[in-house]
Each structure stands twice: as C-alpha cells, then as structure tokens.
C-alpha cells in the first residue's frame, strides 16, 4: 500500500504543501480501502478538484493547494459527491495571480506598439477599457510545433495578454505585432458566448467585424500566410538548439 506526492509549479510552501498532501493521500486510501492512491497538488486557477480510479483499487487525485486543509470534505466529494462539501470547498479555492508577462525585449517595445491599439480599441469597444489589460511576451515552448503557431494568447482573471516571442525578431514588422496585440485585446473586449446549441464561440461576429475593421486586417492575413512557416521553423531550431 502506497501514496505518492506530486506538486505542480506555483504551489506555495511546498514542504506543508507536501506533507498536507501526504496526509490527504492515507486518509483517502484508509477510508475507501485502496492499496495505491497518487496525489498531484496544482495551483489551477479554475479547475480546483478532479480525480479518477484507473482501476478498483487505486485512485489519482489531483487537488488545488488551498483545498488541502479540509481532507474530509474533499473525501466526501470524492467518495459521495457530497453537494455542501462541494460547496464549502469552492468558499477555499484561492486561484493564484496570473504571473505578470515579460516585458525584455529585443527588437519590439510591446508597451510602444500597443499605444496605436489600445487607441484604436477605445473607438472601437468605449466601453472597455483594454489599457487594463497587460501585455507581454510569453514563453518560449519547450515542444516543437508541428503545423501551426498560437502566435498570442489571453487568459487568467482578471486577463494577461502573451505574445509569442518568435515575433521579437527583426524579420517582423512592427504593424503585424501591433496587429497580433489587437486581436488579442479583442479578446478581452468582445469575450466568448455560449450560443442556444450549447457551444462556446470565441470569434463571435462583433469580434470578427471589430477584427476586420482594423486597417491593417487584409495585410495581417497575407503576410501571416506567408511567413507563419519561417516562424515554425525558427522555433523549432530552437527547440532542437536547446534539447541537445
């Protein structure tokens, strides 16, 4: 009979974080009677508790860090699906802050190019106001990407906007940056909406007729198709670079 610890980065005070976990773990394999039972602790900002039973007698639990002071409530959730356990454990979850995005720079000054887009934006949405909204330079993957490029990205609550750094490059043109800042700020004015089906649509068509409207739309697209291949590459060399 086994319990095993893992803890996922940004998991504050990791040795209590591990020893709460631990302890987690016997309760759980105690009271249902399992031989293994793995716990991964994560600092999630949504999804806070989620587990499954590969097989009768084992169980993998994956646990937000600030559930780990009530085991009998995460016991009764996962063993009974306990409503008001449930309950008592989303008044603990403490999401934590969205890491600020890197500001270095290279080539392209992100706080300089987003001046002409949060201008544009402010005619475009008034009533949101996209100078709240950070933007930086994600990080660089530490997979190749195959046949396509997220090249920015907008998430966390409240939202942080990430570029990708393949962009920060002499060989791109500062107005694509610029563009690639406004669809991502648009984002953040025009949010996703869940239609009569049930489905989740994140271009909706005030977004898409707020992206058209940019003056640069039609060469954002053209110069995207054309270069977005040399963009994979130069991020796969890297990839390669550093996994020797």
């Not at 759980?28 to 009677?33: N, V």
């Not at 991964?40 to 646990?63: E, G, I, Q, Y």
């Not at 996962?78 to 890491?99: F, N």
């Not at 392209?108 to 949405?125: G, N, S």
């Amino acid at each position: 009979m086994s319990v095993g610890v893992r803890l996922r980065s940004g998991v504050p005070e990791p040795g209590q974080s591990w020893d709460a976990a631990r302890a987690l773990g016997e309760r759980l394999r105690s009271a249902l009677g399992l031989r293994e039972v793995a716990v991964t602790v994560n600092a999630n900002r949504s999804r806070m508790l989620a587990w499954k039973n590969p097989t009768r007698d084992t169980l993998r639990l994956s646990v937000h860090h600030s559930l780990l002071p009530a085991p009998d409530d995460v016991l009764a959730v996962v063993e009974h699906r306990d409503a008001s356990a449930l309950q008592r454990l989303r008044g603990l979850h403490r999401p934590s802050a969205p890491k600020p995005p890197a500001l270095t720079f290279v080539h392209h000054d992100l706080a300089a190019v987003r001046v002409a887009e949060d201008a544009r934006l402010a005619v475009i949405a008034p009533a949101f106001d996209t100078t709240t909204v950070p933007v930086g330079w994600g990080r660089w993957p530490t997979r190749p990407p195959r046949r396509s490029l997220r090249l920015g990205s907008l998430g966390g609550s409240p939202p942080v906007a990430r570029i990708h750094p393949v962009l920060d490059h002499d060989s791109v043109p500062s107005w694509f940056v610029g563009f690639v800042i406004f669809h991502e700020l648009l984002h953040a004015a025009f949010p996703p909406q869940t239609r009569a089906s049930g489905r989740r649509s994140v271009h909706t068509a005030a977004f898409s007729t707020a992206e058209r409207s940019h003056v640069r739309f039609a060469d954002a697209a053209l110069w995207e198709e054309q270069n977005v291949s040399r963009l994979i590459r130069r991020v796969q060399s890297r990839v390669a670079r550093l996994s020797r």
